[in-house]
Structures are given as C-alpha cells and as structure tokens.
C-alpha cells in the first residue's frame, strides 16, 4: 500500500490481502486506485474478495483499476458468476505509449513494461513540480492573505497596503523535492530497467532467487537479490527494498546480504514494515 497525495494506492492484490488491511489498521473503503502488476496469483487472488467486502460495506463510488487487458477479462467472471458490483470498476490498461496511467494535480503515475512469464507491469509513483514554500513568520510580518500566499508560492512578490514591494525571496524557501516510488515485481534480470526508475528515492524490486540459483531465476524470469541491487546502483536509486523471497529459502536475510554486497541501502521487507520518504528542500537555497 502506498500513501502518496493524501490517497491510498493499492498495489498488488495477493491473497490474504483483506487481513493484511485488518492486522495494521488499514481501512479498505479508503483504496480508490488498484494497480495489479500481473495476473499470476500471488499478485492477484485477493482482487475478488477484496472488492466483494467493498461491496459488502455499501461503496458506491468507483474503485479504478489498473493492469494488463486480460484484467479486464478476469474481473467479467467476477460479474458472471458473483452478480454485479454496487459500484463502478473503472478498468484502465497501460497505454502504448509513454503517457502517464494515473495523473493527479498532485502525483502522476507511469506503467512500466516488465519481461516476465506473462504480461506484466511496474509502476513509477511520482510527485510533480512543487510550489515554494512560504515562511510561516512572514504570512504574519507582512500580513498577506490567503489569495496573496497562493501568489507568493507561485513566485510572485507581494505588495503590502502602504505599496511597498516585499521581494519574493524574502517570503519564501525553496521548494521540497519530488519525491518517487517505484514497484518492479515480477521480472527477469533486466538493467534496462535502471534508466526508467534512475534516481528514484525507493525502489522495490523483486529478489525472489539467491544468486546461486540464478539459472533458476533466468528460466522462471524471475531475478536474484544480486540483480535487483545491480538495478538499483545503476540507476542511483536512493533505497532498495526487496521482497518476493521464494520460500524454499528459510532466511531471507541471505537474500538481503547478497544484495547490500551491491547496493548497501538495501531492505529485505517483511509485512507490516512501514517506510517514508522524507521531504527535502532543493538546493540552492
Ligand atoms: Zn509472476
Ligand atoms: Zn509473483
């Protein structure tokens, strides 16, 4: 689950999702934006209990749901065989071209292609172009209204009511940087990657084999935790996670060391681990 712009994106939808949500307070009715990367089932088959219970607690408003066409496919048997939902599923497939999937005034979303055993997708999570911050103090000091703050964000100076002319710089910082999430799951080694997700601030990529059953990982088109941490040094990513462990290995910190020997800000995540992307100003103030 990833909380950007004050909204819930639901990313992924395996089974045991619904008592995930449960266990670590999460309330469902606040997910509007489903994004399902691929449909194999570790990814997928909490998607229709998910959205009964939804149903079930009297949603109306639409839940928008993003992933490969064959989605679409999937969620008609939903209609077929458990009756309508009281609520509209918008289905929404990553376009050809490059434009965003999701766009908000605040974030925009792009799908990434991935190489995997069927038709899958990551997704970069990004905020856009942010005004500047106004020095609190100064709102007071120079008495500028809420009309005048929106202007002042925005790189205007202020004129107070004796006509005087308050430079911007003296009103405002610079702004907080764009902060980006990417989510890359399920794929095979592929550092062409690095270029789409370069510089994001949190990467999660999938890590399922141990550099030792790469052959394995190479043939499922899946990747190792070594390779998951050649993605991320290339592209100069700020943090790592890495999750999606195959179970036969009994402890995935292996898997966690063999990828901090590449990239050493690297997690190995377990449920219910919670990660922020702290606000940092731009430089040049
Ligand atoms: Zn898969
Ligand atoms: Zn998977």
Do not use: W
């Not at 050809?96 to 069927?118: C, G, M, Q, W």
């Not at 790469?214 to 990747?223: M, P, R, Y």
């Amino acid at each position: 689950m990833l909380k950007a712009d004050e909204r819930f994106f639901l990313i992924d939808c395996g089974e045991g999702t619904q008592m995930r949500l449960l266990k670590y307070g999460l309330n469902p009715a606040r997910i509007h934006h489903i994004f399902i990367s691929h449909l194999h089932g570790d990814h997928v088959f909490g998607l229709f209990g998910l959205l009964s219970t939804l149903g079930m607690i009297g949603r109306k408003v639409p839940v928008h749901l993003y992933g490969p066409h064959a989605l679409e496919e999937l969620m008609q048997y939903y209609s077929r065989f458990f009756g309508p939902l009281p609520f509209e599923l918008a289905f929404v497939s990553p376009p050809e071209n490059k434009n965003f999937i999701y766009e908000s005034d605040k974030i925009t979303v792009t799908a990434i292609p991935l190489k995997h055993r069927t038709p899958a997708f990551g997704y970069l999570f990004r905020e856009k172009d942010k005004p500047l911050n106004v020095i609190k103090e100064q709102i007071e000091a120079y008495g500028l209204g809420i009309a005048d703050v929106v202007k002042v964000k925005r790189g205007e100076d202020f004129i107070n009511e004796s006509g005087e002319l308050i430079p911007n710089s003296r009103l405002t910082y610079p702004p907080f940087h764009k902060r980006s999430y990417a989510y890359i799951s399920d794929t095979v080694f592929d550092p062409g990657l690095a270029e789409i997700v370069k510089g994001v601030d949190l990467l999660f990529h999938e890590a399922t084999f141990s550099e030792k059953d790469k052959k394995l990982a190479a043939q499922t088109l899946h990747s190792t935790a070594a390779q998951a941490a050649t993605v991320a040094k290339k592209a100069g990513v700020q943090k790592l996670l890495i999750g999606h462990f195959s179970t036969r290995y009994k402890d995935p910190l292996q898997l966690e060391a063999e990828a901090k020997e590449i990239f050493i800000n690297t997690v190995g995540v377990k449920d219910g681990d919670l990660y922020s992307v702290p606000l940092k100003r731009l430089s040049g103030e």
